[in-house]
Nanobody, 122 residues
Framework: QVQLVESGGGLVQAGGSLRLSCAASGRTFSRYAMGWFRQTPGKEREFVAAIRRSGGSTYYAYSVKGRFTISRDNAKNTVYLQMNSLKPEDTAVYYC???????????????WGQGTQVTVSP
């Protein structure tokens, strides 16, 4: 089993940057692909980015490609989401999740963190 804890959310002005972190418990972190998702009230949770177990391949939603970067440090059991050029529409609760393979569907992910709020002001 994997426990995930996100951090790094907060309030930022449009055009600013934030880096989210997701720390995983256990010794099996490197066996999991990791993903970031986000959710706003009344909407379904949506895919943001994913990274394979080795970190060799990454995938992004069209809306964040070129602005967000997902990375991982298997030695630290941590996955990151660097968010640049933030827009008000990026405001959401951001969740990290673990899966046996990098995927865009929430159904593919077995473990989830509790989420961290990101608010981008105009």
């Amino acid at each position: 089993q994997v426990q995930l804890v996100e951090s790094g959310g907060g309030l930022v002005q449009a055009g600013g940057s934030l880096r989210l972190s997701c720390a995983a418990s256990g010794r099996t972190f490197s066996r999991y692909a990791m993903g970031w998702f986000r959710q706003t009230p009344g909407k379904e949770r949506e895919f943001v980015a994913a990274i394979r177990r080795s970190g060799g391949s990454t995938y992004y939603a069209y809306s964040v490609k070129g602005r967000f970067t997902i990375s991982r440090d298997n030695a630290k059991n941590t996955v990151y989401l660097q968010m640049n050029s933030l827009k008000p529409e990026d405001t959401a609760v951001y969740y990290c999740a673990a899966s046996t393979r990098a995927a865009v569907s929430t159904l593919e992910y077995d473990y989830w963190g509790q989420g961290t709020q990101v608010t981008v002001s105009p």
